[in-house]
Nanobody, 126 residues
Framework: QVQLVESGGGLAQTGASLRLSCEAS????????MGWFRQVPGKEREFVAG????????DYTDSVKGRFTISRDNAKNTVYLQMNSLQPEDTAVYYC???????????????????WGQGTQVTVSS
């Protein structure tokens, strides 16, 4: 059984930075795509960023390109999301997710992710 635990969320002012971490336990996800999603009340969960198992390829939704960076440390079974130049529209609950199958490519669909953390709140004040 895989457990994902996010940390690093909180309250930030516009233009500030936060770094989210996601630690996996129970089974190594070093061969799986990892992703970050976010959700606000009343809206569907939105893909934010994904990273290949090797760490060499990443993907970002357009609204965070150039501001957010996803990375991973397979030795620590941890994925990170560095968020810079935060904007009020980045306010959401952020979820870490592990892809359903090892060695598959990055997917923006939450249906392809079988493992989810409990979420961490990020609030950006204007």
């Amino acid at each position: 059984q895989v457990q994902l635990v996010e940390s690093g969320g909180g309250l930030a002012q516009t233009g500030a930075s936060l770094r989210l971490s996601c630690e996996a336990s129970g089974r190594a996800l070093s061969t799986s795509v990892m992703g970050w999603f976010r959700q606000v009340p009343g809206k569907e969960r939105e893909f934010v960023a994904g990273i290949m198992w090797s760490g060499g390829t990443t993907d970002y939704t357009d609204s965070v390109k150039g501001r957010f960076t996803i990375s991973r440390d397979n030795a620590k079974n941890t994925v990170y999301l560095q968020m810079n130049s935060l904007q009020p529209e980045d306010t959401a609950v952020y979820y870490c997710a592990g892809h359903r199958y090892p060695y598959w490519g990055i997917s923006r669909s939450s249906d392809n992710y079988a493992y989810w953390g409990q979420g961490t709140q990020v609030t950006v004040s204007s």
